[in-house]
């Protein structure tokens, strides 16, 4: 089992900036692949980024590509999302989850999650 719990959100304007972090206790952090979701309600949970168990390699949704950049601290067992420009669209419950294979990108692949942190931006 690993348990994550992500922190980080809040309230921000257009054009402004948030860092998430998921921190992850249980089995060895090291072991897995990382992703962070998002859920508007009524909505498919959608795919944000995902880095490798290394933090070799990383891939993004199209929409965050060039904004938001993922990150890892395997001494510290954390996961990080920044999030820079932005914009009324990016406003969701933000998941972090973990998953023992690289490359994936849908919620079905993913094995761990956590509870979630909201980020909403104001325009």
């Known amino acids: 089992q690993v348990q994550l719990v992500e922190s980080g959100g809040g309230l921000v304007q257009t054009g402004g900036s948030l860092k998430l972090s998921c921190a992850a206790s249980g089995r060895p952090f090291s072991m897995y692949t990382m992703g962070w979701f998002r859920q508007n309600p009524g909505k498919e949970r959608e795919f944000v980024a995902a880095?490798?168990?290394?933090?070799?390699?990383?891939y993004y949704a199209d929409s965050v590509k060039g904004r938001f950049t993922i990150a890892r601290d395997n001494a510290k067992n954390t996961v990080y999302l920044q999030m820079n420009s932005l914009k009324a669209e990016d406003t969701a419950v933000y998941y972090c989850a973990a998953d023992r294979s690289f490359g994936n990108s849908h919620e079905r692949e993913y094995d761990y999650w956590g509870q979630g942190t909201q980020v909403t931006v104001s325009s």
């Open positions: 880095i490798s168990d290394s933090g070799g390699r990383s």
